[in-house]
């Protein structure tokens, strides 16, 4: 292992590191029309790049564009369409001349449920989404990047590593989206090309706040956070931490800093965290009250 990028990848700053300019080199990012995907659409316009940007919502994609101006590309595609993904991932790279940058970023959060409560088919969408969504974007991505010794990121979370009382489709989602990136990762270097995975805490964006702020349980679940691992960033700040990680071509990267020693730390934290979690008695009454709110 190379230990500087490993360094590197822990978010400590070295001197003279890998400097990836992404002026003039065309980046791809899906769910581009709102949140951390427009925010980062946003930051790396300002750096030059020009943008290929995918979402399924047709007006927030060309309000996003317009309010940019040049160097954008767009098309309406949702990712659980394998071949209409694939089929605007060949247009964009066909139009901007090839892809050198790709960010698998759509994805979505759903209401907090159980396992034992939630309807299949809420499940499935959230597997589709954040996990297949990322496959279907990456796969027709690849040889575009190959071409062009690119770089592609898939948007993991904290929650790939923490406990999920009542949000596991989404917990599973996100560590199964770890695996695909660090799978990527090695894949991908034989030919040229590096791979990232990004994690988040809670990032303030609509999808957040219809989650844990709309939702009284959504609001108690959270609260079982320590304090530091609650405090939000904005989609500024998460695209902010994106486009540097981007421009050094980071194997790994996470923010806020506060979640570093549980995500390296993940083999003994977790341990504990759910034998205590098991036992809690306010965690047993917040399942209960998930599982019966149908029911009221």
């Keep these: 292992m ?11 700053p070295l001197p003279g590191g890998r400097n990836y300019r992404v002026a003039g080199r065309t980046v791809l990012i899906t769910g581009g029309g709102a949140g951390i ?8 316009h300002e750096r030059g790049a020009r943008l290929a940007l995918i979402d399924r919502d047709k007006d927030a994609l060309a ?7 040049e160097r ?16 605007a991932v060949g247009e964009l790279a066909g139009r901007a001349g090839g892809l050198d ?14 396992l034992r409560r939630i309807e299949p088919a809420e499940f499935d969408r959230v597997m589709e989404i954040n996990v297949t969504g990322a496959f279907n974007t990456v796969r027709p991505a690849v040889d575009h990047l190959i071409a062009r010794r690119g770089h592609v990121v898939v948007i993991s979370s904290a929650a790939a590593f923490v406990p999920g009382p009542a949000g596991a489709p989404y917990m599973i989602s996100k560590a ?8 990527l990762r090695l894949e991908l270097a034989a030919h040229g090309v590096t791979a990232g995975v990004a994690y988040f805490g809670v990032v ?19 609260k079982r956070l320590p304090a530091a691992l609650r405090k939000r960033i904005t989609a500024e700040q998460a ?17 806020p800093a506060a979640w570093q020693p549980w995500a390296l730390l993940r083999g003994v934290v977790n341990v504990a965290a759910d034998a205590y979690l098991a036992g809690d008695r306010t965690v047993h009454a917040l399942i209960h009250d998930v599982e019966t709110r149908g029911d009221r």
């Excluded at 309000?63 to 101006?69: D, K, M, Q």
């Excluded at 303030?204 to 959270?222: F, I, M, N, S, V």
């Design 63 to 69: 309000e996003t564009a317009g309010s940019l101006g």
């Design 72 to 87: 954008v590309l767009t098309a309406v595609a949702d990712v659980r369409d394998r071949d209409g993904i694939a089929e």
């Design 176 to 183: 199964a989206v770890e695996q695909l990136g660090r799978a």
């Design 239 to 255: 695209a902010a931490v994106l486009a540097d990680a981007i421009a050094r071509r980071a194997g790994r990267t996470l923010a």
């Design 2 to 12: 190379n230990v500087l990028n490993a360094v590197r990848d822990l978010g400590i």
């Design 37 to 44: 995907g427009q925010a980062l659409a946003r930051r790396l």
């Design 101 to 114: 940058v790709v960010v698998a970023n759509a994805g979505v959060t759903p209401p907090p449920a159980t």
């Design 204 to 222: 303030d964006t609509q999808l957040a706040r219809t989650t844990l702020d709309d939702d009284p349980l959504g609001r108690a679940l959270e």
